[in-house]
């Protein structure tokens, strides 16, 4: 699934979609292709099916963690991408890039939540995948989330994962969050 968007348009998406799949009842259902491909192949996930499963709707598209790994609790990864003709595989994408849409996540999230960074954008390796990574909390009725957010470059395109827990169970879930970043396979 590949939407082209502009970065600010692309932050308000992610945390919109995220946060309302995140207050949204049940949890999405698993799709029948457990692996996520990006436009053109230059990019796969596959989840496990032990920790995470695929779930795809006509809005997004990413992973949910398995009710068995998780204890029941709603966390999930949603994933997008945006073309851009200078992202290449293995080099990070620039840092204002990361702060653009950091700050468009920011700056678009619905009236309801006091959003804000836990820890800014920084380079970061998860496996082999060299990226910019930043927690995000967002606190306000139905409750408390908290974001990872995780930009890398594939070849012309940017891809976003945004991975969201319950606040409260962020230090139980990120090492699983980190785990599936690790396993994204970027086409070089």
Same mark, same amino acid.
């Given at each position: ?5 502009? @970065? +600010? ?16 009842? =049940?949890a ?8 996520i491909?990006?436009?053109?192949g ?6 496990d099916?032990? &920790?995470?499963?695929?779930f795809? @709707?006509?809005?997004?598209i ?6 068995k790994?998780?204890?029941?609790e ?12 200078q ?8 840092d204002? @890039? ?9 700056? &678009?999230?619905p ?18 995948n060299?990226?910019?990574?930043? #927690?995000?909390?967002? #606190? ?13 470059a594939?070849? =012309?395109?940017?891809?976003?994962? &945004?991975?969201?827990?319950?606040s #409260?169970?962020w +230090? ?9 970043l690790a396993?994204?396979?970027i #086409?070089?």
């Amino acid at each position: 699934m590949t939407t082209r968007l502009p @970065t +600010a348009a692309l932050s308000t998406a992610v945390f919109v979609i995220a946060a309302g799949a995140a207050v949204a009842q =049940g949890a999405p259902k698993p799709a029948v292709i457990p692996d996520i491909r990006g436009p053109d192949g230059v990019f796969s996930l596959l989840p496990d099916g032990a &920790n995470w499963s695929k779930f795809q @709707t006509v809005r997004q598209i990413g992973v949910r963690c398995t009710d068995k790994a998780c204890g029941g609790e709603r966390v999930f990864c949603t994933i997008q991408t945006r073309a851009d003709e200078q992202a290449r595989p293995g080099v990070a994408l620039a840092d204002q @890039t990361a702060t653009k849409f950091g700050d468009g996540v920011i700056a &678009n999230a619905p009236k309801d939540f006091a959003t804000s960074y836990v820890a800014p954008f920084a380079p970061k390796r998860f496996g082999p995948n060299l990226g910019h990574w930043a #927690e995000l909390k967002a #606190e306000g009725e139905p409750g408390k989330l908290r974001f990872g957010l995780f930009l890398v470059a594939a070849k =012309g395109y940017d891809v976003a994962f &945004n991975c969201v827990t319950p606040s #409260e169970s962020w +230090a139980t879930h990120q090492p699983k969050i980190e785990a599936l970043l690790a396993s994204l396979k970027i #086409e070089q």
